[in-house]
């Protein structure tokens, strides 16, 4: 029996082994030129910075007439965007810029009032703070 299993695992190995030594790299065809690297690509790091721009939350409501707007909060938002008097950025979802709130002291649980400064906010637009 221990004969049986040696020549069995010589005959694995003699038809196993020559599949290995078989393969080879694929050779690059002459006729395609190969491809030229981008020019200049500056490193990760130095090509994106921190945004000084704040998440604070998104607009949920408006009261035009009042000139006065809620704004849901972010579990994030920054403390220093929460204090009255606070100034705010509106921006739509492509990053233009449609209005700016001053924050009041009215925070009721993840809802902050806002003032209405100038510009035409829109529901759903990001509110964010510009951090000095």
């Known amino acids: 029996m221990p004969l049986t299993a040696r020549l069995l695992t010589l005959l694995a190995v003699i038809f196993f082994a020559p599949g290995c ?3 080879a790299p ?5 006729a395609v030129s ?3 690297p981008p ?3 500056p490193p990760p ?3 994106l910075g921190l945004s000084p721009n704040k998440i604070v939350g998104r607009i949920l409501a408006i009261d035009a007439t009042r000139g006065f707007a809620f704004v849901t909060l972010t579990a994030a938002a ?3 965007a929460l204090v009255a008097g ?6 739509s979802d492509d990053l233009t810029e449609t209005g700016y709130l001053r924050a009041s002291r009215y925070t009721r649980g ?4 806002a003032q209405i400064i100038s510009g035409q906010p829109t529901l759903g637009d990001e509110v964010v703070f510009h951090a000095p």
């Open 110 to 113: 993840r809802t902050l009032g």
């Open 45 to 47: 790091a130095a090509a």
């Open 78 to 80: 920054p403390a220093a």
């Open 21 to 23: 030594a078989t393969v």
């Open 86 to 91: 606070a100034a705010l950025i509106v921006r």
């Open 39 to 41: 020019a200049a690509i």
């Open 34 to 36: 190969p491809r030229q």
């Open 26 to 30: 694929p050779t690059p065809n002459p």
